[in-house]
Structure formats: structure tokens, C-alpha cells
């Protein structure tokens, strides 16, 4: 890596010949000196009403041979840069997060031809068994359904399951709700009819990321099965046959209220 003074900004030349620019106020901002940036709790420290505008760089040079460019700046500070984390941060242009870039899995769109191939996976192997919860948590990434079989029927059994995977966030409803025909009903789902396809809780500031759903008596006779489908499925097949219809649905503003409690 090569680094050289430019006007206001650090050119790097990389070792693959390619060059990446960065403003040296940038720089000086982001600078992640144990004094600028905490290195335990990993947070900056400079705070926006201290960094000088007009700082500008006094001396900038290769170090730890060309791992890391040290800079000495007209405010007398001096910053070491590691060569990743510039890398990892150069201004390309619009580009995924280096998270998302890492780690995000890809989505699986699914319909009908999924119907008896969903992802299963046993509950006493996902608590029991890491490389299962890690399965477990991938598939869910990618299809955004598992089934989970051989868990329980016992109430308290979605604790030690959500337990197992992160912590449940309360909605109005509670940690938690059971869902049973009753005489008054206040929701739909405590009515025995049938409930078409629905996403649960739009209306909430923060919506539901996963929802579990733990079947515990199932009702003999006809009726009472479980449909599942895939939302981003139908949406992107919508998009594509019904493109305007589609922005009308996506741009239109519409007050979403949840009337039952
Ligand atoms: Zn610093």
C-alpha cells in the first residue's frame, strides 16, 4: 500500500494497483487512536463541537510495512489507520454494508412446490445441539419459516425455545398469548372461523422479526390447519405483473389499526 498527500485528501494505492481516496477530514473525524476511539467498548470519542473543520494533514506515511498509515494532523494529533479498515471503508459508491456483505444470507423466494419441503428441524436438537440452532437460525434466515417438530405440548415450552435463540419482546398482548375459541371473543383468532392469509401486527412501530407459534392441541375434525406463505414471494410476483398496481400499494400512505386487543 502506497499513500500520498493530495490537496485535501489521502489517496492509498493498494497492492492490486487500484487507488481509493479519502477527505482528510474523514480521517481526522473517524481517527481510531485510543484517545479518538475507545477500544474496549469500540465507540468514537471525538465529539462533533471539538473536531476543527480546517484541520489539515501535516505528514502522512506508510508504517508496519504498508499495513498501516500513520498521519500527523495541524491540530499536533497523530492517527494510525489500519490498511483493512480503510479498505473495508473506501467511497465506492453505493454498496451493501459490510455486514449485510458478510454475513446476510440470500433470500429464498418459495410458493406452492415448497409445500412438503419446508425446513424441519427437532426442538430438543435445537436446544441440545449448537450446529442444529445454527441451522435452525440460517434456514429461518433464508426462507423465513421453519417448522420445528417434537416439541412439548406444554405451555411454557416457547420460553425455553425463545430463551434458546434471544429474548421475546412484548407486544400489547403480552410475552406471549394462547390462542383458543372462546364466548367473546375480541380478535378474530379466538373465534373458530377460518383466518385468511395475514401478516400479524403491521401496525406496531416496532414489528414482529420472528414469530413462534407453538401448536399445543389440535383440533380434531375438520378445519384448524395451519397456511403459511411467503409474503415477499407474492409481493415480488405482484411487482412484476402489476408494476404500477404495485407503487400504488407501496406509496399509497394507509393508517393501519389494530381494532381487537
Ligand atoms: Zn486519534
Not at 51 to 63: R, T
Amino acid at each position: 500500500m502506497l499513500a500520498a498527500r493530495r490537496l485535501t485528501w489521502a489517496r492509498v494505492r493498494w497492492e492490486n494497483g487500484s487507488v481509493d481516496s479519502y477527505p482528510y477530514i474523514w480521517l481526522r473525524d473517524n481517527c481510531q487512536c485510543p484517545k479518538c476511539y475507545h477500544p474496549v467498548s469500540l465507540a468514537r470519542r471525538v465529539l462533533l463541537k471539538d473536531l476543527d473543520l480546517s484541520v489539515n494533514c501535516v505528514d502522512i506515511k506508510l508504517s508496519n510495512t504498508g499495513e498501516e498509515v500513520e498521519m500527523l494532523w495541524t491540530d499536533g494529533h497523530q492517527g494510525t489507520y489500519d490498511a483493512h479498515w480503510l479498505h473495508e471503508r473506501a467511497f465506492r459508491g453505493p454498496k451493501p454494508a459490510p455486514h449485510d456483505r458478510e454475513f446476510r444470507l440470500k433470500q429464498q423466494l418459495w410458493g406452492r412446490e415448497m409445500q412438503d419441503k419446508l425446513p424441519r428441524i427437532s426442538f430438543p436438537d435445537i436446544i441440545h445441539d449448537d450446529h442444529s440452532l445454527l441451522n435452525f437460525l440460517e434456514s429461518l434466515e433464508v426462507m423465513g419459516v421453519v417448522l420445528v417438530s417434537d416439541v412439548p405440548c406444554e405451555i411454557d415450552q416457547i420460553y425455553s425455545f425463545a430463551k434458546r435463540i434471544g429474548h421475546l419482546r412484548p407486544t400489547h398482548y403480552g410475552e406471549t398469548f394462547n390462542v383458543y375459541s372462546r364466548m367473546d371473543p375480541n380478535n378474530l383468532a379466538y373465534t373458530g372461523d377460518s383466518l385468511d392469509m395475514h401478516t400479524d401486527l403491521p401496525c406496531l412501530a416496532t414489528k414482529p422479526e420472528i414469530q413462534m407459534l407453538h401448536v399445543i392441541k389440535q383440533f380434531i375434525g375438520e378445519g384448524g390447519d395451519t397456511m403459511i406463505t411467503d409474503g415477499f414471494h407474492a409481493a415480488s410476483k405482484f411487482k412484476k405483473n402489476n408494476p404500477e398496481y404495485f407503487d400504488t400499494l407501496a406509496n399509497t400512505l394507509i393508517e393501519f389499526v389494530d381494532r381487537g386487543h
